[in-house]
């Protein structure tokens, strides 16, 4: 798959897409994606990766809140803002509603601990919105967008309908989603136009290991991962 089109040619977006090409290429073909395109994907699986993925929203929800308050505009403060009340109260709406259909009560949820990789990547999140300055912030949140936006519309191209889980197919290939995607890429674009080199490489590094992040998050769901001891 090459670059999406959202990003300029000579864009840090575009660049960083391109370098981390395999990595995409690896999460679209992998089992839990595979299964969830096909609607074949256990149901165990599904509630191991929503649960988590429910506490991760929290965290991406505090990294997006340090980012608005790190931003270098107006204009980005209402925009990660926004973005942060949106992963608490619109994406969560969507976990709300397969918790009802597939009997994950709220006490399930709270006592069912992160998950060894949801772990690393919330604190990864937290100390970079903490530590870093905006455009690393911005490089470090923004594969969860990009590859969630990706993998939706790879996802609905092949998908298998009806299909148990259309309506995470939808919300992540529909258009309103995607307008917020672009409009992450354009402040990191416009954050890395005026980085340093130092923060450029920074930035890069940043969006690797997030996206390395994701690839770990959904396959730890397919191996319904947990701690080994304790």
């Given amino acids: 798959m090459t670059s999406p089109s959202y990003p300029g040619a000579t864009s840090f977006s575009a660049d960083a897409w391109q370098r981390n090409l395999p990595i995409f290429d690896a999460i679209r073909t992998m089992p839990f994606v595979t299964a969830l395109a096909d609607g074949t994907l256990p149901l165990d699986r599904f509630r191991h990766y929503i649960i988590q993925d429910s506490h991760y929203l929290i965290a991406f929800a505090r990294a997006l809140a340090l980012a608005a308050a790190k931003a270098d505009a107006p204009e980005g403060i209402v925009q990660f803002a926004q973005a942060a009340h949106d992963a608490v109260v619109v994406e969560r709406a969507l976990h709300d509603d397969y918790f009802v259909r597939f ?111 994701e690839w770990m998050f959904w396959d730890s769901a397919w191996a319904l991962a947990s701690w080994p001891v304790g």
């Fill in 103 to 213: 009997g994950i009560s709220a006490q399930d949820f709270r006592d069912t601990p992160l998950s060894p990789v949801c772990d690393h990547y919330v604190n990864f999140l937290v100390a970079k919105a903490h530590a870093e300055p905006y455009p690393v912030v911005l490089a470090a949140v923004l594969p969860c967008f990009w590859i969630y936006a990706e993998a939706g519309r790879d996802i609905l191209a092949r998908a298998t309908r009806p299909n148990p889980y259309d309506a995470w197919i939808d919300t992540y290939a529909g258009e309103e989603f995607h307008e917020v995607v672009r409009a992450a890429i354009e402040a990191t674009d416009r954050a890395a136009a005026k980085a340093s080199p130092e923060t450029i490489a920074a930035m890069h590094d940043a969006y690797k290991r997030a996206s390395q992040l």
